[in-house]
């Protein structure tokens, strides 16, 4: 099974609007960590955002916010006032094992393509 | 504000030849990972290392793969004798602590095996 899941192969947003990308995940740790990474065309890798498994309030930094919902175990992300910039791979991915057991591998999911429109 | 570095950013070599991926990771960091990127696919775990030696990997991360921490500064992948497959974009990442949340990754090495 997967342990990281995004359905959305491709994601089309005009600019200024908010946009949805989903994560959903797997494991039976009950400590863990989940990320979302950037990948522009020219390949590196940017980190944008994590959520612990025990944080209570969903994570924020600028226009990016996860919305954690761990009964139904989804991370995704959300991307308020879209910009052309925006327009990338991003990648959710989760860090396992956070009690002890992991010295911080991360299983990444398969991708999502953002394409912003002006 | 500190980065994890990368060289080459670009690699081809033959077939059966050996190469080495080098990173400079941050300098406070004390875990290191290799992952790498096959053209359009995700990106898949390599390893990871910590106090001098490897702490996991995963099955991708056969015989032909090894890793080193050959000074202060440096952590270098080696591949010994490469096949068409390992093409692919490598990353080196570092953290600071095994419980932080935030991966800090390299640009990445673009490695063609012809």
């Known amino acids: 099974a997967q342990k990281i899941t995004q359905t959305q192969p491709g994601m089309f947003v005009q600019e200024k609007e908010a946009v949805t990308l989903d994560c959903t995940y797997d494991t039976s740790d009950q400590s863990y960590g989940l990320f979302w990474y950037k990948q522009p065309s020219s390949g590196e890798m940017i980190f944008l955002i994590y959520q612990g498994s025990y944080d209570e309030q969903n994570a924020t930094e600028g226009r990016y916010s996860l919305n954690f919902q761990k009964a139904r175990k989804s991370a995704n992300l959300v991307i308020s006032a879209s910009q052309l910039g925006d327009s990338a791979m991003y990648f959710c991915?989760?860090?396992?094992?956070?009690?002890?057991?992991?010295?911080?591998?991360?299983?990444f999911g398969q991708g999502t393509i953002l394409t912003v429109h002006p | 504000e500190p980065e994890v570095t990368q060289t080459p950013s670009h690699q081809v070599t033959q077939m059966g030849q050996e190469v080495i991926l080098r990173c400079v990771p941050i300098?406070?960091?004390?875990?290191f990972y290799w992952y790498r990127q096959i053209l359009g696919q995700k990106v898949e775990f390599l390893v990871s290392f910590y106090n001098n030696e490897i702490s996991e990997k995963s099955e991708i991360f056969d015989d032909q793969f090894s890793v080193e921490r050959p000074d202060g500064s440096n952590f270098t992948l080696k591949i010994r004798s490469t096949k068409l497959e390992d093409s692919a974009m490598y990353f080196c990442?570092?953290?600071?602590?095994?419980?932080?949340?935030?991966?800090?990754f390299g640009p990445g090495t673009r490695l063609l095996v012809l």
């Open positions: 300098s406070n960091h004390l875990y």
């Open positions: 991915a989760m860090r396992e094992g956070l009690g002890g057991t992991s010295y911080g591998k991360l299983t």
């Open positions: 990442a570092s953290s600071e602590r095994r419980g932080q949340e935030t991966q800090y």
